[in-house]
Each structure stands twice: as C-alpha cells, then as structure tokens.
C-alpha cells in the first residue's frame, strides 16, 4: 500500500486528509484526482510491480547448503568423536588413527592418555609432542594430524521456510544450516535476530546486516544439538528508486536516519532527492526532500522511501559510429540540436554518407524490446489457448510447440538497436539530442546486401534499375523456407520499407524472411508481425 501510496504521490493525487510537504513545508490540498492518476487507479490490477525483496533474501540461494567443508581448519577446537592421526619415531615407534574418548583423551601405549579436546588444530601436534617428550625425554620426534571431525546434527527453527535438524560439521556457519533449511522466511523472519541456543542458554547472536555490509559474523562451534533460532521481522523501510540496493530493510531499533539508510542502499551519484510516505501520529504523511535534508530525519517503520536523481545535468554525452574523422564522444550541452553537432563532426564527403545519417537511442530500443516481449507473450497466449479437434491436429500442435518454443527463445535473445530515422531524401530532422544518444554515418556505398532466406547471403555491386527480386535471383534465388510475399529492405537511413518487390538503393539491405509452417492463421500472422518486429528493430531475419 505505500509503494502505491508514493506513486500517486509523484504523479499529483491528493486523497482527503492527505498533506503533502515540499521542502519540509506541509500543503494542504483538496481531495482532487487527476486524469492521469484515475487512468492509473484503474489500471492497477494489471500493473505488474516487481515485488520488493528483503535485504539479504539473496543470501539463501542455496549456495551455502553446498558447501564441502572438512572441519580441519587451523581453529577448529577437538572435541570428542574428532579422529587424531599419531605417528611417532626415534626413541619409540608408534603409528595409529585414534578417536578422541568421551573424557577428550586419546591413548598412546607407553605415553598413556593425552588430554586433547579444546586444544585447536594448529596447536595440537605441540600438545601431543610435549607430553611424548615427558617420557621420552631424548631422540623421538612426533607428527601428528586431525583426519576428521565429529558430524553434529543442529536444529534450526523460528522464521525458516523449512524447520527441522540437520547434519552438517562442527565448522560450519550459521548460514549453511539456515540455508539447510530453506532460508529465512521473507514476509516474517528476521535477517537481524538470530540466536544460537545451546542446552537452553544464548551462546551467540548474529546479526546478517553486519555479515552483508562488513562480513563480520559471531564464529561458532557447533555441537551436536545446538539449535538456531531465527526470529521474527523487525520494523521495516521500503527504499527504492536510484539506489543498488532496492530492498525491504530492517532496522536493529525502532527507527532510523536517514545518512543510516543511505549507507545501506548504496545510492546512485546523481541521486539529489528522497520522497518519504509512511504515518505519523495516526495521519497519513508525505514529504520530498533534498538528501542534506533528509540525513537527519528520522524514519520509523512502515515508511517507503523512494530516492530520485531529479536533477538536470547541464552537459550531455553523445557517441558518433561510422565513417566520421575524429573523436567519438562528444560532451555538449543540454538541449543540443542535431544539425548543430554535425557542423562539428568533420567527415569525408567521398567516403560518408552524410545524408543518410541516423540515430540510436536507448529509449527507442527500450520501448522497441518492450512491444517484442508483448508481441511475444501474445503469441504464447494464442498456443496455449487455441483448441484440437481430432487427434491428428493433437499431434501436430504438439510438433508446433517446440517450433514455437525455439523461436520464442531465439527471438528474446534480439538486441533492438532503437534506431530513431532523421534522414528522408537529403533532408535532415533537426531534432533535440538526448544523453547516450549514438549518432550513425553510414559509409558511402555502392553495394547492397542480401541475407535471410536466400541461398547465397553476400553484398552486390548495386546496379541502377535493378529491383530486390533481381538481386535475389543472381544471389541464387530464395530458400525454400522463404516467405516471398514480403521482402523487407532497410534503408542507409536506418529507414524500412517492405513489398513484394521493393526499389532498391545503393547501400541498402535486402532481407527475406522465414515462412511460417504454422496451421492456425491467427497464430501464424502473429509470428510474422514478430518477424517484421525484429527486421525493424535489429535487421536480421530470425528462423522458425
């Protein structure tokens, strides 16, 4: 709800008794609604919000579970079941693999019993040596090594997705039984209250914040027995927006400030704002403050925090690719037209197509990704949802699946280009430049290139006059899986035309897409919409 609640927030919808402040300044306003929130108000159940994950849930992937520790590291305390390796020469000869007995003592022949239990791995062959040698005095020497530890079988239990005992070695972490156990329960369970029980007593307290910011975790010893108790979810802050660390985080105490905040979610350099929705004195409460504002303030549980860059570089970085002279970046200011830039740009006029320049922009290619992933889904909905009459239509919708399957696959791998056309007969758009922008001067060209569905993919001299099917008749003519209907060509100009037989120009691309070996009509005029989709946006014919 308070995610929700901040959204309208930012977009101006005022709810009655809601107060908003500016600048730590509270505005009443009155309960009006905007077209654009209502728009959004009823939209909401189809609105896909990626649910918000507690700090740490990455934690219990499963990793620390398979771990292969032995327990023979140079700390690891010997207690009893643990088995010794003694090898003795000179003097005496002995040699033999003893188990360390109830009372932590093994037993040498001649020496007698040798208290090792709590003596650490890296100090007991000294332990063993110095009582050898208050028998043996002269001429022995001793070698002596930990072969294994005891196995112990812990409890893990509270918010834990699995409760129950499990086996693991005295060294193991924490983490390895509570990973054992399927982590910590995301909605309920503690990542900063966890209690290692021994015979009823505390023996230690972690606290995972500590382990994930610093790598500081409590070093226990497990023993057959102990249990871990993971408790239950503190006070929780819901940060997201311009930050790494997009996450539900809870806090050791009942509240928190905001410079704590921001050393955990680890925020964006251009981050300049905080916008802060939660409750205050049984009121709903908002406010928007700059980051030197919001440092001191106090944030209790149940706030959402959302952190935006707002703020408006004055310089803007855009690339040039192609045939240029030159530098390849260039920092302009804001609001920079294209023609301005290109006064700038210095380019051969015998080798540039200067005419047929282009640009690639990421918002385009984001929104170009975004309506194939819909074109996509679409086309899953469809098969998954188009009937069978007989048993033979059965089968062949069963070996359409895995047709379907591969392309969807091969088709997500696409990378649009988001080509933005500014080119049209020698004129160019004057248009407004963006940050990130890539400008493309092609290379003057005098050929043409033909791929997809044709037996011969090469580059042709272009020759005036010619059209797509006559190129694609001296390249070998097209495959058998061509779709010759609809010939696609794109332009120098990142331009795209299609027809069954288009006009061809110097530099242009001729490609031929896939017949679509699908029964049901509907499905298969989605297949070729996502077909044009991909020639448009990253030209190349991607096969059924």
Known sequence: MNRILLLLTTLFVSLPGYAQSVGGASLDVEPTITDEAADLLRDLPAIAIEEIQPFGAN??????????????????????????????????????????????????????????????????????????????????????????SQPVAVFVTGFVSNPGRFAGIPSNSALHFIDRAGGINASQGSYRDIKVLRNGNSIADIDLYEFLISGKMASVQFQDGDTIVVGSRGSIIEVTGDVSNAALFELSNSSISGSELIEMALLDPSVGYAGVSGIRNGKTFSSYLPLNEFAPMQLLNGDTVHFQTDQHDDVIVVEVEGAHRGPSRFAVPRNTRLLELLDYIEVDPELSDASSVSLKRKNIASRQKVALEQSLQRLEARYLTASSQTDRESAIRAQEATLISQFVQRARRVTPNGRLVVANNGDIANVILQSGDTISIPSRSDSVLLSGEVLVSQAMLFKPGESARDYIKRSGGFTNQALQERIVLVHANGEVSSSENPKVRPGDEIIVLPKVPVKNLQIASTIVDILYKIAVAASVAVRL
């Open 59 to 148: 934690l219990f992937n499963g990793g620390f579970s398979n771990d292969r520790e032995d327990g023979l590291n140079p700390n690891y305390i010997v207690q009893p079941g643990d088995r010794v390796s003694v090898r003795i020469w000179g003097a005496t000869q002995f040699s033999d693999h003893l188990t360390v007995d109830p009372q932590g003592n093994i037993f040498i022949p001649t020496v007698g019993p040798i208290t090792v239990a709590g003596t650490s791995n890296k100090d007991l062959n000294q332990r063993v040596s110095s009582s050898v040698a208050t028998v043996f005095t002269d001429n022995v020497r001793v070698y002596t090594s930990l072969d294994g």
